[in-house]
């Protein structure tokens, strides 16, 4: 049986520039024919990832639950042999050479050619293998053929080491039971094998209603300037607007549990772990300059089974006009959305809402009063099977 977790949130910000483009600019797009604000997959995930780590630091998750995305793979590496009394010079080479054996090249200043995503027990796994097979890893002694492309290097030094060792690697990257890799998978391009296809997907936040953007002038004052100096030393632009967003994602529970290595009790705290943080984490973009620390007033988790994902982003294809409260004529049209799509497609579905707009439920949502208590709903539903 197939279950997917929907979550739906619509969550409306005061002025702020949360996610900005090349410009800095906020980010936008058209939809339905008019500019919306737009906050990004990749911004949204990424606050989630850092309220994991807060998780961490409270004791609710373990850092070994969790990945690195970084081209730093060599230094941590290094820094974990040298903890197990190796030298930073020699531990520095051999870790260059186990991530050689998989074909990961790195570069003259220590970094890899790309970003990888690699769990911390993966981590630790190639600083273990390292560790054990010191003497027999070794470089090949066959000189590297000049002129040969990158791929082909890659490959002539992966060969040049003991296949008992780059048998003992390659066991090592199987994700690491790393819980933002299994939501959001990850991409090796020189171990394509060792892929993640993602249990999680993420919808770029997309404001219910149209946008214009705005622009504050500032200025800044010398505060060590003579009193009689007219006139600001600085000033400048700062592009910003303030929308109610609507934000969604999806996750398949079966999919978690497979990337997790069928660890049920590790998806249940991981699933549970990133409906909150879906909900508290907010983008940190220019929070210094507009604070706008405005938490979801409506939040909306389906589980839902042995049928397709419904992103409900059409309610506001006509966008919302703001009259008395912008938020909950979003979280009506929604609503609407939702039993329209329930009546004409069905399905097996079990919903509950955390209302704060006082928007007409209906019988779409049981209603909770708390985070806490949408949490634990949707948990226990999703363990019902």
Known sequence: MKTI??????QNFAPSNL??????APKDALFGGTRRARISSQCAKRAVRQFFGEQVAQGLLSAEDLARRSKRVLEALTDILVGKGRDAEAANQKATLALGAMELAVKDEGKTEYLLFLGQRE???????VHEKWDALVASEAPAAEGKKAGKAKKQAAQGIDPEI?????????GGKALDVALFGRMLADMPEKNQNAACQV?????THAVEREFDFYTAVDDLKPEDTAGADMMGTVEFNSACFYRYAVVDWEKLGQNLQDDTELAARGLRAFLE??????PTGKQNTFAAHNPPEFVMITVRRNTAPRNLANAFETAIRARDNLTRNSANA?????????????GETAAFVLDLTGAEV???AQPVASLSALLDAVMAEVRRG
């Open 5 to 10: 977790v929907e979550i739906h949130v619509l």
């Open 123 to 129: 981590i630790a796994g190639i600083a273990d293998v």
């Open 277 to 282: 943080g879906f909900v508290v984490a907010e």
């Open 203 to 207: 919808a770029h936040a997309l404001s």
């Open 362 to 364: 209906g019988d779409v």
């Open 19 to 24: 996610n900005r483009d090349d410009t800095g």
């Open 166 to 174: 780059r048998k003992a690697l390659d066991k090592v990257f199987n």
């Open 334 to 346: 929604l609503l609407d959305k939702a039993r329209a799509l329930q009546a004409a497609y069905g």
